[in-house]
């Protein structure tokens, strides 16, 4: 397949035509915040709104999963609007977010800390109110606690769990703000159909899905 050139952040990188801008950087180690991205899955979910990017001759900001690369593409990752738009993205993800770093088996691994650090950005943001869920925690499986008040519906668990075991256990019910994770039937995690293989578990960024001890 034919490969083209652009640069990312002044750094002039190669990508295989049809590859995102997500994936060209990502590659070439120039990090994009992202949650809902997933290497092997053939359409972006395009759900967090994290990866957005200023490319040279585009009006407004894109979102960096979205956009091929091109030949002689410029963009830049760290230009004011597009970290505006990923901030207030990211503010108004934490703003319904169960934070407790402190407690959490994540802790120092989590994917939130890492683009909040990245952004600039609080873990506990101050310009939007908490609107926190307050849903019951699931640790009916054995080997795995899931906990939907940190779940930010990236999609990775339910992806892995297809791909991986073909088994479709978990999927998405609801929409807008009362959008979660569930099972077949709304039943616990560690109902039969689950197969305990804790692929789901390696997939989560954040501390949703955690062993126990």
């Not at 002044?10 to 991205?37: F, H, M, R």
């Not at 395009?46 to 200023?54: D, G, H, P, Q």
């Not at 992806?159 to 979660?180: Q, T």
């Not at 616990?188 to 997939?203: E, K, T």
Request: with cysteine.
């Amino acid at each position: 397949m034919k490969q083209v050139t652009l640069i990312i952040d002044g750094k002039q990188v190669t990508a295989l035509a049809g590859t995102s801008v997500l994936e060209a950087a990502l590659a070439n180690d120039i990090y994009i915040p992202n949650l809902c991205y997933i290497a092997d899955k053939p359409e972006p979910s395009a759900s967090c709104r994290l990866c957005f990017v200023e490319i040279e001759g585009k009006q407004n900001p894109v979102t960096a999963c979205t956009e091929t690369v091109a030949e002689g593409m410029v963009v830049a990752t760290r230009g004011e609007r597009a970290l505006a738009l990923a901030r207030t993205g990211f503010d108004l993800l934490m703003a319904s977010h169960a934070l407790d770093c402190a407690h959490c088996p994540a802790n120092k691994k989590c994917e939130l800390q890492k683009i909040a650090r990245v952004l600039g950005c609080k873990l506990k943001p101050a310009r939007f109110r908490p609107l926190l869920r307050d849903l019951p925690v699931d640790d009916s499986n054995p080997l795995f606690t899931y906990d939907p008040n940190k779940c930010v519906l990236c999609g990775r668990c339910i992806w892995a769990c297809r791909r991986d075991i073909k088994s479709g256990v978990l999927g998405f019910a609801h929409r807008g703000f009362e959008r979660r994770l569930t099972t077949f039937g709304d039943e616990p995690i560690g109902a039969d159909r689950c197969l305990d293989c804790s692929v789901c578990v390696a997939a989560c960024p954040t501390g949703a899905l955690t062993f126990k001890d």
